[in-house]
């Protein structure tokens, strides 16, 4: 588990990679802070966070990655995740066992880093495309209200079940996103929910790891066509974030082109560095299971941050 020394560091020293470890942990098991690399275990994944403390941009060694993941493997563990910044090797010795590459097609690929909102300059607002889409925003009676989150509300949880149904989402994101409702419990964040004639149409829930930083975590809505809901919440929230005194919004990753669009039209700006992601795998039964992500965090042994 973390120490409260612990709990700073992350807190201070992470840099342009502003990472909620809290909210990962709900999903992801419980974090450990080793050689300046965050790990979480959930007693049967291993997951590394291969950004190093204070050096995001940093290229961790294989090596290092090892001498981490044996800090905690142990013959329960039967997956290990690791993404960052590192050079994948074909395998990994923990435990007494061989664990393989599961995806090396996958972990050759590299995907884009970090997007970050500069709350001191707010003057893409101006653009056409914002304007354009402000107008939309208030011609649609879309209201958006936020407030520090308590607990969902059930209108909110079913808008997580409709998210969670709708898509082919992986293991990965299906756990995030249930994992959400026990974040917000834990009085770490912030909730912006939007409405159309006092129907609750979306909800977005963003967290604040240290006092110059915001941090959007996930988004859910109805994803009506036109309906302009998530420009709604993702502009109030970057309004909110800027008048209690942060100074950047970090809006996390994108996957995809379309999500890469939206956050550059709000004033994302790529910091990040670029990333992998690997699988290793105890057995083929658990390679297949996680070539698909098909699996769910913290399903089998749950401690909370």
């Not at 942990?25 to 994944?45: K, M, N, Q, W, Y």
């Not at 495309?129 to 520090?148: D, F, H, M, S, Y």
């Not at 149904?165 to 992986?170: C, L, P, T």
């Amino acid at each position: 588990m973390l120490n409260d020394v612990d709990k700073a560091r992350l807190a201070a020293e992470f840099g342009v990679y502003d990472h909620e470890w809290r909210f990962i942990a709900c999903h992801s098991g419980e974090p450990h802070l080793v050689d300046r690399l965050l790990i979480f275990d959930d007693g049967t994944v291993l997951s590394l966070d291969a950004f190093a403390l204070g050096d995001p941009h940093a290229t961790v060694a294989a090596d290092r990655i090892h001498a981490v993941l044996a800090e905690l493997a142990g013959p329960h563990h039967r997956l290990v995740h690791v993404w960052g910044v590192f050079e994948p090797s074909s395998s990994l010795d923990l435990a007494g066992r061989r664990f393989l590459l599961a995806n090396p097609d996958a972990a050759k690929l590299t995907f884009e880093g970090e997007y970050k909102v500069d709350l001191r300059d707010l003057t893409f607002a101006d653009e056409p495309a914002c304007r354009k889409t402000l107008r939309q925003i208030r011609n649609k009676g879309v209201e958006v209200t936020i407030a520090p989150s308590e607990a969902l509300t059930a209108v909110q949880l079913r808008l997580i079940e409709i998210w969670r149904r709708g898509r082919g989402f992986s293991g990965l994101s299906i756990s995030a996103g249930q994992a959400i409702a026990t974040f917000v419990r834990a009085g770490h964040s912030y909730t912006a929910t939007a409405c159309v004639d006092r129907q609750v149409l979306g909800f977005s829930v963003f967290s604040r790891p240290n006092p110059s930083v915001a941090v959007n975590l996930m988004s859910f809505s109805e994803r009506t066509p036109g309906s302009r809901v998530d420009d709604a919440l993702q502009w109030a929230s970057t309004q909110f974030a800027r008048d209690l005194g942060c100074t950047d919004f970090s809006l996390g990753y994108a996957g995809y082109d379309g999500l890469a669009a939206f956050k550059r039209k709000w004033g994302g700006r790529q910091i990040g560095p670029a990333y992998r992601a690997a699988i290793y795998a105890a057995d083929e039964q658990w390679a297949e299971t996680g070539r698909s992500y098909g699996f769910a965090w913290n399903t089998r042994l749950h401690c909370g941050p």
